[in-house]
């Protein structure tokens, strides 16, 4: 009886400095498992120095497609205005 008390105990102790390792292995299982699933969002990690310009890449594309249609938009608005305006100067 004694020598399944100590085997007991030392798997005990065992156990315990094992599973901050373990947890910490889950972690990081769960971080390359998430980057696996979420690999063509971006080329870089988080982290990365290229991470944050590549975002701002995108967000700058972006926002000149939205001026290009602004701008095309009131280049129309423009022109009708002029027509407009010459027509009734006759």
């Known amino acids: 009886m004694t020598g399944i008390k100590e085997i007991r105990e030392k798997f ?4 315990a400095s094992l599973m901050p390792n373990l947890e910490d292995f889950n972690q990081m299982f769960r971080q390359y498992a998430d980057g696996l699933l979420h690999a063509n969002e971006s080329i870089f990690p988080p982290g990365h120095p290229l991470y944050n310009r590549e975002k ?9 497609d939205k001026l ?3 701008n095309l938009e ?10 407009k305006s010459s027509g009734s100067s006759f």
């Open 12 to 15: 005990n102790k065992r156990n």
């Open 56 to 64: 701002s890449f995108s967000l700058l594309k972006e926002a000149n």
């Open 68 to 70: 290009l249609k602004e």
């Open 74 to 83: 009131l280049k129309k608005q423009l022109e009708k205005s002029e027509k």
